[in-house]
Nanobody, 122 residues
Framework: QVQVVVSGGGSVQAGGSLRLSCEVS????????LGWFRQGPGKEREGVGV????????YYNADVKGRFTISQDNAKNTVYLQMNSLKPEDTAMYYC???????????????WGQGTQVTVSA
């Protein structure tokens, strides 16, 4: 059984940084994708980026490319989302999820973490 646990959210002023962690357990291999998603108040859930865990290949949405970085620590089965130069529009509940598809579409993912709130003030 796959378990996904996200942590690291908080409040920060515009221009600041946060690092989110996503701990994954239950996989017998690293042949899966891990996506980062967010959902702001009154908005649809959207993809932030994805990493194919087996190779470390990443993809980012245009809104965050150059500011956010996805990395991994295989020894800890943990994927990180480093968020720099944060903007108020980044305020959202952030989620991580795993699945078999290398995609930023939420519908492509099966196992979801609980989410962590990120709030960026102006």
């Amino acid at each position: 059984q796959v378990q996904v646990v996200v942590s690291g959210g908080g409040s920060v002023q515009a221009g600041g940084s946060l690092r989110l962690s996503c701990e994954v357990s239950g996989y017998s291999s690293r042949y899966y994708s891990l996506g980062w998603f967010r959902q702001g108040p009154g908005k649809e859930r959207e993809g932030v980026g994805v990493i194919y865990v087996a190779t470390g290949t990443t993809y980012y949405n245009a809104d965050v490319k150059g500011r956010f970085t996805i990395s991994q620590d295989n020894a800890k089965n943990t994927v990180y989302l480093q968020m720099n130069s944060l903007k108020p529009e980044d305020t959202a509940m952030y989620y991580c999820a795993t699945g078999s598809s290398y995609s930023v579409a939420p519908e492509s993912y099966k196992y979801w973490g609980q989410g962590t709130q990120v709030t960026v003030s102006a």
